[in-house]
């Protein structure tokens, strides 16, 4: 019994130490991904990111969807859910708190990437898709 409840805490703390990263800044989270990608910072590229964020993909049920139809074409203004709830801008330089804790981004990835693309998004996409949002001023 011991042992197991040792080694379930120990298999708890290994998934919290995976966005327990310190991400207090889009270039902690940008050089975050780009090591887990394998790849250096500078290889992450804003028109990747720009590309991910407009390209549209078959919905779940039917429509294309793309990240721009709930956060809008332009990534410095709010956005709104398919339910009507404002989503606040994503461009850092519009939104100084965004990209600023890492298990939010982690929880909003998962379910993004899953909502549009139909699977969660690669380290390398998400380290592309700040760099794009970081550098949009």
Not at 40 to 51: H, W
Not at 55 to 63: M, S, V, Y
Request: glycine share 6%; proline share 6%; with cysteine.
């Amino acid at each position: 019994m011991t042992k197991s409840l040792f080694r379930n805490s120990l298999a708890m703390l290994g998934m919290v130490s995976t966005v327990a990263w310190a991400a207090d800044s889009p270039a902690s989270l940008m050089a975050h991904y780009a090591a887990t990608a394998g790849v250096p910072v500078s290889a992450l590229s804003a028109t990747r990111g720009e590309t991910l964020y407009r390209t549209e993909h078959p919905g779940r049920n039917g429509p294309m969807v793309s990240c721009a139809n709930c956060h809008t074409a332009n990534p410095k203004q709010a956005g709104r859910t398919r339910v009507g709830k404002q989503i606040e801008p994503l461009a850092p330089a519009a939104n100084p708190q965004r990209f600023t804790d890492a298990a939010k981004v982690e929880k909003w990835f998962r379910r993004n990437c899953t909502d549009v693309l139909q699977r969660e998004c690669s380290a390398q996409e998400k380290g592309d898709f700040i760099a794009w949002l970081n550098q949009t001023k």
